[in-house]
């Protein structure tokens, strides 16, 4: 499989990782139901055998538990993926999230991290929101710190603006952003990922498919039966009016997919990295035969026609939007 440096790091990633966020089971805010740890590592190996060599994971994912499961999956293997994970969003007894970016609270979530992955270095840590965002120097300070101390390998951010990039690039490098990046959300492709690629800050977007909405496999009905703790179940884009638009756009993937023996979501994957500021695109999944279905996303890419093809139709849907809010 084919690699690409990120950024300024010696880290050559594949298109597509393995996002641990869904693995993290339910019981909490930003939960996806009920999961069976056995399935999550089953999952990850798949991924790995089939050549993925990077996994994002972040403490809050699960409240912990994402974290431990991937490391559970990398026992015994002989050679270790790439593992990034995260700080900024910490968790109370009860299980309700709050964020820090204060020094202590940084040093001490990079600590429970190294515990919970099993290691002795972290390959990338990222701050997971600019929040609250007057500690963001603090908290971006104290990962370059962490990295001098040899506890990080590189430091990257998510969900950052331009402005919030600059802030941290005055204090240390910044090697990645994480952006949520998707044909529902392109917004970054105005400003930030052209901005990224100018800095030659390395890009893994997250959500390419929209949390499974753009995967080929959701229905009403389906999501109507999604258990009362998958956050995806009160989304703006998982109910109406903007349902019936998505759908629209899935079977637009779809037939583009079915032209070149693909799935839905390996279309969907694919818009992303043809944007030329993403280095990789991560990809969720709970089962092994969720990574069978796109692992293809790896090596497909859409041709010139088949993206503005695509393109036309969002802009459509746009105008759509805006003459119905007016």
């Keep these: 499989m084919q690699t690409k440096q990120l950024g300024n790091t010696d880290l050559e990633i594949t298109p597509i990782g393995f ?3 869904a693995i993290g089971g339910g019981e909490w805010a930003g939960g996806w139901g009920s999961q069976d740890d056995q399935e999550s590592i089953a999952a990850i190996n798949r991924a790995l055998d089939l050549g993925i060599n990077w996994i994002d994971t972040a403490p809050a994912y699960g409240l912990g538990r994402s974290e431990r499961v991937v490391a559970q999956a990398l026992k015994g293997r002989t050679e270790r993926p790439y593992v990034f994970t995260k700080c900024a969003i910490r968790w109370k007894e009860d299980r309700s999230l709050y964020n820090s970016l204060t020094k202590e609270s940084v040093r001490e979530e990079v600590e429970n991290s190294l515990q919970r992955l099993e290691t002795d270095v972290l390959d990338l840590v990222q701050i997971h929101w600019p929040d609250p965002e007057p500690e963001i120097e603090e908290g971006w300070s104290t990962l370059a710190e962490l990295q001098k ?48 690629l100018d800095q030659g800050i390395g ?49 637009l993937l779809k037939s583009i997919g079915d032209r070149h023996g693909r799935s839905t979501g390996v279309v969907a994957i694919a818009w992303t990295l043809h944007n030329p500021a993403v280095t990789g695109a991560i990809v969720g999944a709970r089962r092994p035969s969720q990574v069978d279905e796109i692992i293809d996303a790896a090596e497909f890419r859409l041709s010139d026609d088949e993206y503005e093809q695509i393109e036309a139709f969002r802009k459509q849907i746009a105008g759509a939007n805006q003459d119905a809010a007016v």
């Excluded at 603006?161 to 959300?185: D, G």
């Excluded at 390419?208 to 039966?225: D, F, Q, T, V």
């Design 149 to 196: 101390e040899g506890k990080i390998r590189w430091i990257g951010v998510s969900n950052f603006n331009v402005e919030q990039l600059k802030r941290a690039q005055a204090i240390a490098p910044v090697s990645s952003l994480q952006p949520p990046y998707h044909l529902l959300k392109p917004d970054v492709q105005d400003e930030i990922l052209p901005y990224c």
């Design 203 to 251: 890009v893994i977007n997250y959500s390419p498919m929209a949390s499974g909405l753009l995967a080929g496999k959701m229905s009403r009905e389906r999501i109507e039966n999604m258990p009362e703790d998958d956050w995806r179940k009160n989304s703006d884009e998982f109910t109406e009016p903007n349902l019936s638009r998505n759908l629209e756009l899935v079977d």
């Design 19 to 21: 996002g641990a966020w």
